[in-house]
Nanobody, 125 residues
Framework: QVQLVESGGGLVQAGGSLRLSCAAS????????MGWFRQAPGKEREFVAV????????NYADSVKGRFTISRDDASNTLYLQMNSLKPDDAAVYYC??????????????????WGQGTQVTVSS
């Protein structure tokens, strides 16, 4: 079992940056691939980025590629999302989650569990 708590959201102007954190409890954090997802009002939750277990490979949604960077610090059980060049379309509640299943693609929500409560990101134009 892993418990996840996101933080670092806030209000930022377009073009600005934020770094989100996801603090995990439990001794098995390093064994999970971890993902970031986001959900804007009236829209479905969507994949943002994923990083493999033990700092493995990363993948990003096309909409954030080149602007966002996912990373992890297994020593402190923390997942990060560095967000640069933010756009109004990036505004959403951001969630972290652990990948529990490997049937299908890394971007499928159904493969993830232990969702955090989310942190709000607001981008003003």
């Amino acid at each position: 079992q892993v418990q996840l708590v996101e933080s670092g959201g806030g209000l930022v102007q377009a073009g600005g940056s934020l770094r989100l954190s996801c603090a995990a409890s439990g001794r098995t954090f390093s064994s999970y691939a971890m993902g970031w997802f986001r959900q804007a009002p009236g829209k479905e939750r969507e994949f943002v980025a994923v990083i493999g277990a033990l700092g493995g490979s990363t993948n990003y949604a096309d909409s954030v590629k080149g602007r966002f960077t996912i990373s992890r610090d297994d020593a402190s059980n923390t997942l990060y999302l560095q967000m640069n060049s933010l756009k109004p379309d990036d505004a959403a509640v951001y969630y972290c989650a652990a990948r529990l299943r490997y049937s299908g693609s890394y971007y499928q929500l159904s493969n993830y569990g232990y969702w955090g409560q989310g942190t709000q990101v607001t981008v003003s134009s």
